[in-house]
């Protein structure tokens, strides 16, 4: 059996139009009934108004009092009442006598009956007004004296009927209601296109699915590792999340929000790349003592409305590539070294079968020679292990692309001597790099030759690389050190990460990182260039945002 799903809730676009529709109809209809029972006042106070200047005009005229004082006033005062009602656009006009009996009427089977309504301010000189039912119906009414001498001679009525005042206001009100529905359908007109554009924004959903969607928003924005950066039309940071925060290195979110890129203070690359209309896919860049890959994508919606951005740290990845990349030049080296000590052997079982036993002897013990005092002069000089590896690795990988690596006589670093600060990895990092780059340089060149130098003093550590090759354009003595530069062609993983992520790990330990121009003479008989490396041995405090590994 199927359960019918329930109904869905109005979205929220739709519950804003019924609610203002609903008000703006209470406005309307509120405005009407204050409107009319305005103009219905008003029109009692103008029928009043008008009833008195009838009634004060009448008894002021001297054909009036005149007509008073004769013997049959009725023959003279009715047809002068009938003018007046008919021209002052009154019901009626009523002349009495003070005991009220009436003189005029509009129905003359009314002359000489008693007035219908009260007489007795009229008889003390006194005009006044009152809403009285008489033989025409309900009526506002005036009545007032006719005075002759200062004593009160006849009382003249003026009216107008209830009904004929109601029919006046029934036109306003005709008219009012037509503002009124006008009024609502514009309001209800301009209500519905305001909520088809909320609607558009909010997507057609309510209020409690748009408050379920921020509460799922908060909580995946915080629960998201990778760094998040939404930036508006004006690059202005909108909003950032925990990771963002860290691994950019910025303060707290408040103190972000609402700034521009340009002022976080972050490296110029990096700032350029968020700065960028066009879109970045998994591009490297390197902040003070991280990794980055940022990927951004602009939002658009017939505009440019901002940028997203995410950031993922590689810096430990990035690390352990350079720990492969070492490892596998290593077994490349020991791959050539083993198919070299076969030829090796090769030779020496040759020797033998022919007897040449002394001369097999003799040149089994040179290769061996050969090979320990490589080995003896590298430990003499180099007694840190990881140091002594490295440098004999490179050596053999130098060797394999007719590079010759050497480590000069000045060079003194026993075990113990580096600071604890200085871990293993960083420690490949920059002299693995720096040796990297100076065989990159050096070879193919006239002697390629690359020389490196280690030793330590009480104040620091110093790392010195130098090479055979073109040299360091002084111009370019600090572009070397950015990500990105190269001035080999790009392979396949691209270049000039090397001396970028070793001017981070010496920064990261308060160092100092020089290049200049080797003494040695490369393949056009310039020197090349001469890399310098300085650790301070002192406990060095990590940078914000980073660490110590």
């Not at 909003?239 to 521009?260: A, F, K």
């Not at 580096?418 to 990159?440: C, F, H, K, M, Q």
Request: glycine residues 10%; charged residues 20%.
């Amino acid at each position: 059996m199927r359960v019918p799903s329930l109904p869905r809730p109005r979205s929220l676009a739709g519950q804003l139009f019924a609610v203002q529709a609903v008000l703006i109809a209470l406005v309307v209809a509120g405005y009407a009934l204050f409107t009319y029972v305005s103009d219905r006042q008003q029109a009692q106070d103008a029928a009043q108004r008008q009833v008195v200047a009838v009634a004060r005009s009448i008894a002021d005229a001297p054909s009036v009092r005149s007509a008073v004082r004769t013997a049959n006033p009725s023959a003279v005062l009715q047809p002068y009442a009938l003018q007046v009602t008919r021209d002052a656009d009154v019901d009626f006009v009523t002349i009495m006598n003070t005991d009220g009996i009436r003189w005029t009427h509009p129905d003359p089977s009314q002359i000489g009956k008693r007035f219908l309504g009260r007489i007795d301010p009229a008889l003390h000189g006194h005009t006044f007004t009152e809403t009285y039912t008489g033989t025409l119906g309900p009526s506002v009414r005036a009545v007032t004296p006719v005075e002759d001498g200062g004593r009160v001679i006849g009382l003249v009525s003026a009216g107008i009927k209830v009904e004929a005042i109601s029919e006046r206001v029934q036109g306003q009100v005709t008219a009012l209601l037509g503002v009124a529905g006008g009024t609502l359908l514009l309001g209800a007109v301009g209500t519905y296109v305001v909520n088809a554009r909320l609607r558009r924004h909010t997507h057609g959903m309510n209020a409690t699915e748009l408050s379920r969607m921020h509460d799922y928003h908060q909580a995946a924005l915080h629960a998201v590792r990778e760094g998040l950066l939404m930036l508006d039309g004006q690059y202005r940071v909108a909003l950032i999340n925990d990771g963002g925060r860290e691994l950019l290195g910025v303060g707290r979110e408040e103190e972000v929000i609402g700034h521009s890129v340009a002022d976080l203070g972050l490296p110029g690359p990096l700032t350029g790349a968020l700065l960028s209309s066009e879109p970045r896919v998994d591009e490297v860049y390197l902040t003070a003592s991280r990794v980055l890959v940022v990927n951004t994508s602009p939002v658009s919606g017939g505009e440019r409305r901002g940028t997203v951005v995410t950031l993922r740290d590689v810096t430990e990845l990035q690390a352990l590539t350079g720990e492969l990349d070492s490892e596998r030049g290593f077994t490349q080296a020991l791959r050539s070294q083993a198919h070299e000590a076969a030829n090796r052997l090769h030779t020496v079982v040759s020797l033998i079968e022919l007897g040449r036993a002394e001369e097999a002897v003799a040149f089994a013990t040179a290769e061996l020679e050969l090979a320990q005092a490589l080995t003896d002069q590298v430990v003499a000089a180099v007694r840190e292990p990881v140091l002594a590896a490295l440098l004999l690795g490179k050596t053999a990988q130098a060797n394999e692309r007719g590079v010759e690596l050497v480590v000069s006589p000045d060079s003194r670093l026993d075990d113990g001597l580096l600071p604890a600060e200085l871990s293993s990895r960083d420690l490949v990092t920059i002299l693995g790099n720096l040796i990297d780059n100076a065989v990159d340089a050096a070879q193919g060149s006239a002697g390629a030759r690359v020389t490196v130098t280690a030793y330590a003093s009480d104040s620091d550590v110093v790392l010195r690389v130098t090479d055979t090759g073109p040299g360091v354009d002084p111009a370019h003595a600090d572009l070397v050190f950015q990500r990105g530069f190269s001035t080999k062609p790009a392979g396949p993983g691209g270049r000039g990460l090397g001396l970028a992520l070793v001017r981070q790990a010496v920064a990261r330990h308060e160092g100092t990182l020089t290049v200049a121009e080797s003494d040695d003479d490369g393949a056009d008989g310039e020197g090349g260039a001469v890399f310098e490396v300085r650790l301070p041995t002192r406990t060095a405090s990590p940078l914000p945002g980073g660490d110590t590994t």
